[in-house]
């Protein structure tokens, strides 16, 4: 039959973890779930169909198919071009931010290890002496007055984690790293779309310095007619002085393009980790350009192709778990402690007759917090906050995802139809500039219209190849808001 005694210690351990399991504050306001709700399709009033017609023989897909997702698509595969794809590679290879990135990543998987060790037992060796300088009047060791205490041994802690309090601080460091590998992700989608898009500016600005010089030339061709036609009586001074002017204004907005395309050429170098040079690329052609047929897939697919949502889900059971380690903190802590050592007192010299002395222990000790219950309260309600916090980004990055592919799908199908317009407006204008000019030599219209039918077709043919841009701008940023770049 047990002792009475012996029933007592297991049943004040159980008192003593039910005291501490009933010391846990409640919550007035606790987190909730996250709603990962999405709408089924995309909504665009603009664009007719969801998918865009796909050009022959672009892409990977012998039958011409696409994938469910055109961000499923390596970028490589989304973009043909040999000079862009260099480009992009090299960005992926030498972006000083990437490389930062990385560095991030690789933080948070140390802070992986320093979680695990928290929850391994502690070991560690102790050595150490101590002078002994007996009082006068302690006869006993009077003789001992040079004596000394030497002691060697090896000493282990080890806190068992009976309320997974360290486990989840270590899963919790992982989820961290996880959401910073995600974070790496995002910025890799950012950077392959800005290097895409300043790529076409790029072919965009050397197309509109092409269009400019030839309509420099052209002027020039204009200018020589109207002088003959001032030496022939036919107009006046105001005349010459009026093709000058617009001579010189298009000579001098030459230098304006020239500036933009060392800045653009100066800004693909710094994203491809460089320092400034010529940057290949393709040449002429540019509003042959057709812009690649995307498939947006399913609202759905957002949440496992846009790492930026997913680095919100992560966070979110990061902070979870960060709530359960906080509540962990109100229970009672089990340590246990053990240690083996070698001690010899007094001095070196009576070795022979003051052998070494073995001496080991072992001691459990289970501790409640008392007096810091305020600590670790504040500790709590803040955990829960943050995790409040966490379900709000990631259902605020849900939501701006989804919009953003709304927006840009309209944008895809609008600069579509914006785009084929102006090309109408550019037909009418350069057919006009001949017409004008038969008029003009026949003295059935005067220099003014010549002049500004010039002036209208050059504008038109300027803002026809910035809408090329925008449209495939349009297409690379759907790209990237559907979650591509990053594999």
């Not at 504050?25 to 987190?31: C, G, K, Q, S, W």
């Not at 960005?91 to 933080?107: C, G, P, T, Y």
């Not at 070698?342 to 001691?363: K, M, Q, W």
């Amino acid at each position: 039959m047990a002792s009475r005694g012996s029933l007592l210690s297991p049943l004040a351990l159980v008192a003593f973890c039910l005291l501490g399991s009933g010391c846990v504050p409640a919550l007035t306001d606790p987190a909730r779930e996250a709603d990962a709700h999405v709408p089924e399709s995309y909504s665009v009033a603009a664009v007719p169909s969801a998918t865009l017609p796909r050009p022959a023989g672009d892409g990977p897909a012998d039958d011409g198919s696409l994938p469910e997702s055109s961000a499923e698509l390596k970028p490589e595969e989304f973009f043909p071009d040999p000079a862009l794809q260099a480009l992009i590679k090299a960005a992926l290879e030498h972006n000083q931010e990437l490389s930062i990135s990385s560095l991030e990543v690789l933080i948070s998987r140390f802070e992986i290890r320093e979680k695990e060790g928290e929850y391994l037992p502690k070991a560690h060796l102790r050595a150490g002496g101590a002078a002994l300088r007996p009082g006068q009047d302690d006869a006993e060791f009077e003789h001992y007055s040079n004596g000394a205490d030497y002691v060697l041994g090896l000493f282990a802690s080890w806190e068992l984690d009976i309320w997974k309090k360290l486990r989840n601080a270590r899963s919790a460091a992982a989820k961290r790293y996880l959401a910073s590998l995600a974070g790496k992700r995002f910025f890799v989608t950012n950077l392959v779309s800005e290097v895409a898009h300043s790529y076409y500016e790029l072919l965009a600005l050397d197309s509109q310095l092409s269009v400019l010089a030839e309509n420099i030339r052209i002027q020039q061709q204009a200018l020589e007619i109207v002088r003959l036609e001032k030496q022939a009586g036919r107009v006046s001074e105001l005349a010459v002085k009026r093709f000058e002017a617009e001579v010189f204004k298009n000579r001098s907005r030459r230098y304006v393009i020239l500036q933009k395309i060392t800045e653009t050429e100066n800004r693909l170098n710094v994203l491809a980790g460089r320092f400034p040079r010529r940057v290949e690329r393709r040449a002429g052609g540019f509003l042959d350009l057709r812009p690649r047929a995307i498939d947006v897939g399913l609202p759905a697919e957002l949440l496992t192709h846009r790492p930026d949502i997913q680095r919100a889900e992560l966070a979110l059971q990061a902070a979870k778990l960060d709530v359960e380690v906080a509540r962990a903190s109100f229970y009672p802590a089990l340590e246990l402690n053990a240690g083996v050592a070698l001690t010899r007192a007094f001095e070196f010299a009576d070795a022979p007759s003051n052998p070494f002395s073995f001496a080991y222990h072992l001691a459990a000790e289970l501790t409640q917090p008392l007096w810091n219950r305020r600590a670790l309260e504040a500790k709590y309600r803040s955990a829960n906050a943050m995790q409040m916090q966490a379900v709000i980004r990631y259902e605020q990055a849900i939501l701006k995802a989804y919009t953003e592919v709304q927006n840009k799908l309209a944008k895809v199908g609008n600069m579509a139809r914006s785009y084929d317009l102006r090309a109408e407006e550019v037909k009418r204008l350069v057919q006009s500039i001949e017409i004008s000019a038969n008029l003009f030599r026949s003295a059935r219209a005067d220099y003014m219209e010549v002049l500004l039918t010039r002036r209208d077709a050059l504008n038109a043919e300027m803002e026809l190849i910035e809408t090329k841009a925008e449209q495939l701008e349009a297409v690379v940023s759907l790209y990237r808001a559907l979650g591509g770049g990053w594999r």
